[in-house]
T-cell receptor
Framework: NAGVTQTPKFQVLKTGQSMTLQCAQD?????MSWYRQDPGMGLRLIHY???????DQGEVPNGYNVSRSTTEDFPLRLLSAAPSQTSVYFC?????????????????FGNGTRLTVT | QQQVKQSPQSLIVQKGGIPIINCAYE??????FPWYQQFPGKGPALLIA?????SEKKEGRFTISFNKSAKQFSLHIMDSQPGDSATYFC????????????FGEGTQLTVNP
């Protein structure tokens, strides 16, 4: 049982390059999400998914795309990297998403991807 | 607009001290308030959580105090240890948003031996 696995751990991109951050979970969680962590700004929600085939925008979605073709995987795509996207990215999942049903089940985080855009 | 504001940004205490981290929220619809602990190079992990129907919750050396009228909640760490050195995040969510959490800015705690 690996939990939430993120790859790569580190990545350096040049401005304008594209890449995909991978996230996989083996806990059969319905809910998956991507956060970015910046000093003094906490964790900000980028995109989230309440199940396969369903995605929605979070607080800071611009410059990022997601898809959810399976329950296990939730990749984050940077289409044209910018220096403002230099950050640490975390994927997180939890059991339940439906309003009123265990909405406080804990988020399980991966160990992050540290991305630098030059 | 930061819906959950956390202070202080950093905190240094001696071993055995009682660090206190404070959070304030704006949205009265929030009804779940967890704290997450993050060690360097790792993702955050749930530490303790509280619902607004109680004013205090204890788990081991960690206590959440909750003041619904003031829209504030705080984390107290009793008999702090060097191993408690980490970044702590408060967060909040509401029933209608499901698993979506809004996080505070984080507090970097250092416990000196």
């Amino acid at each position: 049982n690996a939990g939430v696995t993120q790859t790569p751990k580190f990545q350096v991109l040049k401005t304008g390059q594209s890449m995909t951050l991978q996230c996989a979970q083996d806990m059969n969680h319905e809910y998956m999400s991507w956060y970015r962590q910046d000093p003094g700004m906490g964790l900000r929600l980028i995109h989230y998914s309440v199940g396969a085939g369903i995605t929605d925008q979070g607080e800071v979605p611009n410059g990022y795309n997601v898809s959810r073709s399976t329950t296990e995987d939730f990749p984050l795509r940077l289409l044209s990297a910018a220096p403002s996207q230099t950050s640490v990215y975390f994927c997180a999942s939890s059991y339940s998403v439906r309003a009123g049903r265990l909405h406080n089940s804990p988020l399980h985080f991966g160990n992050g991807t540290r991305l630098t855009v030059t | 607009q930061q819906q959950v504001k956390q202070s202080p940004q950093s905190l240094i205490v001696q071993k055995g001290g009682i660090p206190i981290i404070n959070c304030a929220y704006e949205n009265t619809a929030f009804d779940y308030f967890p704290w997450y602990q993050q060690f360097p190079g790792k993702g955050p992990a749930l530490l303790i959580a509280i619902r607004p129907d109680v004013s205090e919750k204890k788990e081991g050396r960690f206590t959440i105090s909750f003041n619904k009228s003031a829209k504030q909640f705080s984390l107290h760490i009793m008999d702090s240890q060097p191993g408690d050195s980490a970044t702590y995040f408060c967060a909040a969510s509401k029933e209608t948003s499901g698993s979506r959490l809004t996080f505070g800015e984080g507090t970097q705690l250092t416990v000196n031996p």
